[in-house]
């Protein structure tokens, strides 16, 4: 079993950074890739970054690509995403997300779910 918790939300102008991270509970965390999706209000929940084991391995969305940057510590059983140049269209509810994923960016792939921290850009 693992257990997520987010933090780092907030409201922030455009241009701006956040970093959230999540904290896992569970021996196994450094076996899982993690994951972090968003989903604003009247959208579906969206793949955002995801990291494999190690840290060798990430992924991204196109819309995300070159301003975010998702990073791990087993050590301290934490994930990271630093969001620089944030836009309005970057808010929404983001969670992370665990698991034995074969492919990062499908939601249904992932086992564990945090509850959420809110992001939003103001313009």
């Known amino acids: 079993q693992v257990q997520l918790v987010e933090s780092g939300g907030g409201l922030v102008q455009a241009g701006g950074s956040l970093r959230l991270s999540c904290a896992a509970s569970?021996?196994?965390?450094?076996?899982?890739?993690m994951g972090w999706f968003r989903q604003a209000p009247g959208k579906e929940r969206e793949f955002v970054a995801a990291?494999?084991?190690?840290?060798?391995?990430?992924y991204y969305a196109d819309s995300v690509k070159g301003r975010f940057t998702i990073s791990r510590d087993n050590a301290k059983n934490t994930v990271y995403l630093q969001m620089n140049s944030l836009k309005p269209e970057d808010t929404a509810v983001y969670y992370c997300?665990?698991?034995?994923?074969?492919?990062?960016?499908?939601?249904?792939?992932?086992?564990?779910w945090g509850q959420g921290t809110q992001v939003t850009v103001s313009s």
């Open positions: 990291i494999n084991w190690s840290g060798g391995s990430t």
């Open positions: 997300a665990s698991g034995a994923v074969l492919n990062p960016p499908n939601a249904r792939e992932y086992n564990y």
């Open positions: 569970g021996r196994t965390f450094s076996y899982y890739v």
